[in-house]
Nanobody, 123 residues
Framework: QVQLVESGGGLVQAGGSLRLSCAASGRIFSRYSMGWFRQAPGKEREFVAVISWRGDRTKYADSVKGRFTISRDNAKNTVYLQMNSLKPEDTAAYYC????????????????WGQGTQVTVSS
């Protein structure tokens, strides 16, 4: 089992920045690729970014490319999502998730999920 707890969400104005954190415990964190997803009200959960277990590969959704950066610190069992130039359409609950295989963007490939943290971007 891997337990995931997100933090760092909040209310920010358009153009601002936030950094989300996801702290992991349980099984060996460093062996899992970690992803961030988001879900806005009335919409399906969508892929945001993923990072390989060594942190040497990343993938982003086109909607966040160039604005968001995913990173991880295996010594701290934590993955981060730095979000810059935030837009109102980035408003959503953000979830981190763990998977044993790198590169997947579909929810179904992720085995463990956090409870989510809310990000609200005002215009």
């Amino acid at each position: 089992q891997v337990q995931l707890v997100e933090s760092g969400g909040g209310l920010v104005q358009a153009g601002g920045s936030l950094r989300l954190s996801c702290a992991a415990s349980g099984r060996i964190f460093s062996r899992y690729s970690m992803g961030w997803f988001r879900q806005a009200p009335g919409k399906e959960r969508e892929f945001v970014a993923v990072i390989s277990w060594r942190g040497d590969r990343t993938k982003y959704a086109d909607s966040v490319k160039g604005r968001f950066t995913i990173s991880r610190d295996n010594a701290k069992n934590t993955v981060y999502l730095q979000m810059n130039s935030l837009k109102p359409e980035d408003t959503a609950a953000y979830y981190c998730a763990a998977t044993v295989s790198y590169g997947y963007t579909q929810n179904s490939h992720y085995d463990y999920w956090g409870q989510g943290t809310q990000v609200t971007v005002s215009s």
